[in-house]
């Protein structure tokens, strides 16, 4: 069990999608990880057509089109980049689900309270209980996840962190991002 401030590897993330019993679910888990959006956001939005095998810079990589959040209508639609060509891995579980549909199906045509309870019930099994921070027990923490991620596998900064999730300045990054000093002392290699 991990402890309550504790993110996973992404090779963990992947175990625990594999072991879901369902795999809309599995894959709900995985793309609610790998763009780092809030569950709104993926939920009766994204359709299988809005997934696109983009090559870039000699490398593919998924774009999901048109992700938006319904939370700051402010906000413009962003398409979320995915580096396939690392988390093929990840991406894998989506595609294998993403095949069943047709190109006008919604992925996810399930209530806000069912996909919580589909993600509550598979983190809380895993993870222990934060008595600090509510989000970091269910839907959100994929979030908390993807972006501790960017930072410690991918090196992103604070600048790169406001690209990616679509934020109008970097404050969220301190909530978001979960450091250990391990993470800290590899910044000196």
Partial sequence: MLEHDEIPGQEELYQIAKEMNHSRNSALFVLTYLTGARISEVLKRVKK???????????????????????????????????????????????????????????????????????????????????TNKFMNACHYLRHCRNTHLVTIYDFNDQDLVKFNAWSDSKPATTYVHLRSLDIARKFD
């Fill in 49 to 131: 057509k809005n997934i696109k095998i983009r090559k870039m810079r000699g490398k593919d990589y998924i774009v999901i089109e048109r992700l938006y959040t319904a939370k700051r209508k402010k906000h413009p639609l962003r398409n979320q980049v995915i580096p396939i060509h690392k988390e093929m891995f990840l991406w894998k579980i989506v595609q294998d689900y993403a095949d069943t549909l047709k190109p006008d199906d919604i992925l996810f045509p399930i209530s806000y309270q069912r996909s919580w309870q589909i993600l509550s019930k598979v983190i809380s099994k895993y993870k222990e209980k934060s008595t």
